[in-house]
């Protein structure tokens, strides 16, 4: 073999491409850029191979696996992804030995995508509403999902990606409050207890006593009536 250095630089990179290397068990081998990639992407650290009844040809569940609930039987292939409401996932990512729970747990009350690694145009953005610990199978995680929208359908033995939706985290919500009261009942519906700043029609900040009374709703009770602005986030 001539030395590296001689080799013509190809500044024009396809996915067909191939490079030579040596397998786990020391055999020389030709990898396609293609496949070097698809690799990368399920094993980011997020990633999960979708199993239906026969786990992959395995018998039993997979650590780096996850499953619709109910799972889909044998001759089921793919699971619409505005059909999905909750979904069975390992604590462990595909190729990964550290447990991602505290991850998980991140996950509740807040919105998260689902998407394909190999096509970001198959996806589905959920409110995951719970996220409970298997009682048989404990490095299995059961997360409960609200559908709000998406694409396509996750299929068998794909690899998919679960993480927080950036465009939906932090909500913030603006309350004007146009007639003057001393007690301003506001539905923001951010699905959280949000900070509030208070502004009066005089341009000031006000001070009041708040009461949440959900996840979606709150009340302002002020000494005095007046009008203004409530900044909640």
Request: charged share 15%.
């Amino acid at each position: 073999m001539a030395r590296i250095n001689t080799y013509v630089i190809d500044s024009d990179v396809t996915k067909d491409d191939k490079l030579i290397g040596s397998d786990v068990g020391g055999s020389t081998r030709n990898y396609s850029l293609e496949n070097i990639s698809s690799f990368l992407k399920n094993s980011n650290g997020k990633s999960y191979v979708f199993h239906n009844s026969t786990f992959g040809g395995y018998g039993s569940r997979q650590s780096g696996s996850m499953c619709s609930v109910p799972i889909l039987n044998s001759g089921q292939t793919n699971k619409n992804f505005s059909a999905l409401i909750k979904l069975k996932v390992s604590k462990f990512a595909n190729v990964s030995t550290t447990a991602s729970v505290n991850t998980l747990n991140t996950f509740v009350d807040k919105d998260i995508i689902i998407a394909d690694n190999l096509n970001e145009d198959n996806f589905g953005v959920y409110t995951c509403t719970a996220v409970t610990q298997d009682s048989t199978e404990t490095d299995f995680y059961d997360l409960d999902l609200t559908y709000k929208n998406g694409n396509g359908a996750m299929v068998v033995d794909q690899f998919y990606s679960i993480i927080l939706y950036s465009g939906a985290q932090d909500k913030s919500f603006k309350h004007n409050q146009v007639s003057a009261s001393n007690t301003w009942v506001i539905n923001h519906n951010l699905n959280k207890f949000p900070n509030i700043v208070v502004i009066d029609s005089a341009g000031s900040q006000a001070i009041g006593a708040v009461t949440h009374n959900s996840k979606n709703q709150l009340t302002l009770s002020f000494s005095a009536s007046f009008s203004g602005v409530a900044h909640l986030n």
